[in-house]
């Protein structure tokens, strides 16, 4: 539990991700999209809802399940356990914003292996829209990607999730009126 802490006090710092405790699922309220299963576990990406303006956060919650019979390890780095693939209604990668840029080039680092019980899921949320520029209305795509340790724990495997879909709608502001003049 100490690990877990040391891991929302540098999620919080950084302001990008906070990070749930694992734990074993009894039943979902909903049904979850996967992605592929890879090194024993799989990675699910949602959005609250798929369609928002363009000043509106975009959320993005992910969790992590071990679908193996053992425990599987995966590294905290900070931000940059994930990579975010976002492209456009055309398939192009959107750029990533300033904080992105930044996040991206950080000497920031930090080490910290976590393991993930048979069934167990750990989950993370996002606000994506600060590491890549939505600010343009259209569809977006949206895929994330982590390194977890293969069984051998001398090399990493890429999981990724399923693929998001998100409209960004322009904002409709309304025009300001003028007052009528007292008289």
Known sequence: MVILAR??????????????????????????????????????????????????????????????????????????????????????????????SMMKKSSFFMHITMELAPGAEAKWVFGVDRFCDMTIAGTYSIRVSRAVWNRDKKSTARVSSNIVQLVVEDANVPQATPEAAPE
């Open 7 to 100: 891991v929302l006090s540098v999620s919080i710092v950084w302001g990008s991700c906070m990070c749930y405790a694992a734990e074993p699922v009894e039943e979902r309220v909903a049904a979850v999209a996967w992605g592929e299963a890879v090194a024993g576990v799989q990675m699910s990406a949602s959005v609250e809802r798929g369609k928002r303006t363009v000043w509106q956060p975009v959320i993005l919650r992910l969790i992590l399940r071990n679908v193996s019979d053992q425990s599987v390890s995966y590294v905290v780095t900070g931000d940059r356990d994930f990579s975010f693939t976002v492209l456009d209604k055309d398939g192009k990668e959107v750029p990533l914003t300033r904080y992105g």
